[in-house]
């Protein structure tokens, strides 16, 4: 017997946006049916004209526990994903302690996870130096992939790489069949501009942004295209910033290499103009370029040089991002003294992923059905999970968002759910309210809180 049916006038699929009745049994969507089909006897919740999407694929967090719990943990970041319609997320390698790593590490992970999540949670394993050895076992555990650096990580445990370590790991991944996640950026544009920041004032967002320098996107995307061509490893560069670097994205998919790349919402939400001085939690890496460079990622993204949108939410404590006080506008913590070139680098931003992106996809020309592409099915993809998630379709888990795309909510202390308070989006008004989220067909949140003990699985 179906147990639910969730019914809208705004279904959205691969197919487009129309009225349709969602059939969901024991978690699953059974059928995608018309409007007016509702089998008798069962729970029909009728959402009218609000927009039922599949729930949003965040395939880059960092959950940081076990280790780091005092910047974000599974408890309170797969919370804030719900109240934000997202139902799958999955957590980066590095940041916890000990680092996903080893089997044993991962086994240490799957452990601190247990009971706590709210929302399904998969896991990525790290390519570091020396570690080769354990990959085959982590993929043979569970993980859907692996994440390196091509530049100090900015935490000791997790070592970078350059080719001598990839070229070995990219020809173990392309065997086993799971994907190298790259942090695209390389020392020596960096370290060649060090020496022009002398005198300069470091809570300039500036000083920051010049130690940067989009060469260094350049030359690690050549390089791990290279690499990418010889050992056809499925490859993927994460939080994509330069859009100097897009032609050589470009060239890589036209040469049909198994290629692709993310941007961020805050890539597209935020420009370095509107960055004031000492303002680091808008400090990441790579950088918040500015509005001229966004525009060209939103070009790439609706040409599909840019697969898929994922939030890099990076949190870390106050403290870390530089000194604070509780008493700032709306009761968000306000930095005082923010130096960028000190800061820990990293945007805290899962809960407003959805909205960030909406409130400039709608005013740009973009659809519902670009956002369920860009935040549902391509990172689906990435992660091994088409079929299971990222789409409302038969067979799939009935992971829904049932979204008010017209709704502006304005970002306060109250609202923001992830451990920390800090975020750039903090006063900002964003379009896009989830307003009930569900997880294999149970409510899990709902008007910008969790109403169910934690149910999500770990994948």
Not at 362 to 368: F, I, K, N, P, Y
Not at 413 to 433: C, F, M, Q, S, W
């Amino acid at each position: 017997m179906t147990d639910l049916v969730v019914r809208s006038r705004r279904v959205v699929t691969s197919s487009g946006i129309a009225p349709a009745a969602i059939w969901i049994r024991g978690g699953s969507i059974e059928r995608v049916a018309g409007w007016d089909e509702v089998p008798a006897g069962v729970q029909l919740d009728d959402v009218g004209e609000l927009a039922v999407l599949p729930g949003i694929v965040d395939t880059h967090v960092h959950l940081n526990e076990p280790g780091r719990t005092d910047w974000e943990g599974f408890a309170t970041a797969t919370r804030a994903a719900a109240i934000g319609g997202v139902t799958t997320l999955v957590d980066m390698p590095l940041n916890s302690i000990p680092p996903t790593t080893t089997r044993a590490a991962f086994a240490a992970k799957r452990e601190a996870a247990r009971g706590q999540c709210t929302v399904d949670v998969g896991f990525w394993g790290g390519v570091v130096p020396g570690n080769a050895g354990e990959l085959a076992g982590l993929v043979a555990d569970g993980v859907r992939g692996f994440k390196c650096f091509l530049i100090d990580s900015g935490v000791a445990e997790f070592g970078w790489v350059g080719e001598p370590e990839l070229r070995p790991a990219m020809q173990i991944l392309a065997g086993v069949g799971v994907p190298l996640l790259v942090h695209a950026e390389v020392a020596g544009p960096i370290d060649a501009a060090a020496p022009t920041l002398a005198g300069r004032d470091p809570r300039a967002y500036s000083t920051y942004l010049r130690s940067r320098p989009e060469a260094a996107e350049e030359q690690a995307i050549a390089l791990v295209s290279g690499l990418c061509r010889e050992t056809r490893a499925r490859t993927h560069i994460v939080h994509h910033s330069a859009a100097t670097a897009l032609p050589l994205l470009r060239a890589a998919k036209a040469d049909g290499l198994p290629l692709t790349a993310e941007t961020c919402p805050h890539y597209l939400r935020l420009a370095a103009e509107g960055i004031p001085d000492g303002a680091t939690e808008f400090k990441c890496a790579p950088p918040i370029r500015d509005a001229g460079n966004q525009d060209q990622l939103w070009r790439a993204l609706a040409e599909g040089v840019l697969d898929m949108v994922a939030s890099d939410h990076s949190p870390c404590t106050p403290q870390l991002k530089g000194r604070v006080t509780e008493t700032g506008p709306g009761g968000v913590p306000t930095i005082v003294s923010g130096d960028f070139m000190t800061a820990w680098g990293g945007v805290s931003g899962l809960q407003f992923a959805l909205p960030a992106v909406w409130s400039d996809a709608s005013t740009r020309g973009h659809t519902l059905v670009d956002l369920v592409r860009w935040m549902c099915a391509g990172p689906a993809r990435l992660a091994g999970l088409t079929g299971k998630k990222g789409a409302i379709a038969a067979g799939a888990d009935a992971d829904l968002i049932v979204f008010d795309d017209a709704a502006h909510a304005k970002v306060v202390a109250e609202n923001i759910h992830h451990r920390h308070k800090v975020t750039p989006y903090a006063l900002d008004t964003l379009r896009g309210v989830a307003q009930t989220t569900y997880l294999r067909g149970r409510r899990i949140a709902e008007a910008g809180r969790v109403i169910a003990d934690p149910q999500g699985e770990l994948i």
